[in-house]
């Protein structure tokens, strides 16, 4: 297991390295740029949990690896690194051989052994269990950049299929089925939606499940969402962050109310890129 967790630490840092430095060599490119930058934090992030997994096994003999690195393995990852690092270094390295390497690695040894050891510290480091929500927003950050470019659709579609290993909850509150059933047909790729009809019934939901985000309407019979927004902060002062309104309603009180609480906000109708652009924003907070 030690040896694991070494080699991980090490191509972990090589990662956000090559990711870093090819978000200078792009940087007239703000969007790649920033996704660049955006993953670099994450591979950073990545890396001090395997440190720290480090020092929770220690010496404990009771941490048996069922796998272990071979020769093959190793020089597979080198395959992936070591072309794309020489080109940063000569600054002859493209787009494409970045989200090249990008999607290698993903689907690599590499990646499979990082699961394997986050896997098993979830069950005895608590810590470790607030920060596995930010490992599957990583998923997400690719799958989503793969999306808003050509030629890598049947790419993003194998993406899709690596195992989550945090199942996340939404939240969809309009009293128009129609509109519920779009919104989970939309984001269930994602995560695991529940519907509700009204704030009322929403309020209810909240007692029971842990939503990462809640995307409602405004207008609705029973309970508003202007109200249920209200009553749900009363009970969990927190939950505000938590909120995405989807609404056709914007008079002048409706969009006060918005900007005064610093609520986000979509019209309807929008884009389904631009709807999971921003439930993503919201849970990434």
């Known amino acids: 297991m030690k040896e694991i967790i070494k080699w991980l630490i090490e191509i972990e840092e090589r990662a956000f390295r090559i990711y870093e430095r090819s978000a200078v060599i792009f940087s007239d490119d703000k969007e790649f740029a920033e996704f660049l930058l955006h993953l670099s934090r994450e591979e950073k992030l990545h890396c001090e949990l395997i440190k720290r997994a480090s020092e929770v096994i220690g010496d404990r003999s009771d941490y048996s690896a069922l796998v272990y690195i071979d020769d093959s393995m ?90 989550k290993i945090w199942e996340e909850m939404l939240l969809v509150v309009d009293d128009e089925p129609v509109i519920v059933d779009m919104l989970v047909a939309i984001l269930e790729d994602e995560d695991v939606v529940d519907g509700a009809s009204n704030g009322k019934d929403a309020l209810k939901k909240l007692n029971d499940k842990y939503y990462l985000a809640i995307i409602s309407d405004v207008d609705m019979p029973v309970m508003n969402g202007i109200e249920f927004f209200k009553k749900a902060v009363e009970r969990y002062p927190d939950i505000n962050k938590r909120f995405l309104f989807f609404t056709g309603s914007f008079d002048s009180e409706v969009l006060n109310f918005f900007k005064q609480n610093k609520i986000k906000y979509l019209p309807k109708p929008s884009s389904i890129a631009d709807i999971k652009k921003a439930v993503f924003e919201v849970i990434s907070r």
């Not at 597979?76 to 002859?92: A, G, H, L, M, V």
């Not at 787009?95 to 999607?103: A, P, R």
């Open 74 to 163: 190793k020089q597979n990852i080198e395959d992936y690194f070591s072309p794309c690092e020489k080109k940063i270094d000569t600054k002859e390295i493209t787009k494409d051989d970045v989200i090249g390497c990008i999607i290698a690695t993903e689907f690599s040894e590499w990646n499979n052994l990082f699961l394997y050891i986050i896997n098993i510290m979830k069950h005895e480091v608590k810590e470790f269990i607030s920060v596995i929500k930010k490992i599957q927003h990583h998923k997400r950050r690719i799958e989503q950049f793969l999306e808003s470019q050509t030629g890598f659709s049947e790419k993003l579609q194998e993406m899709k299929k690596i195992p």
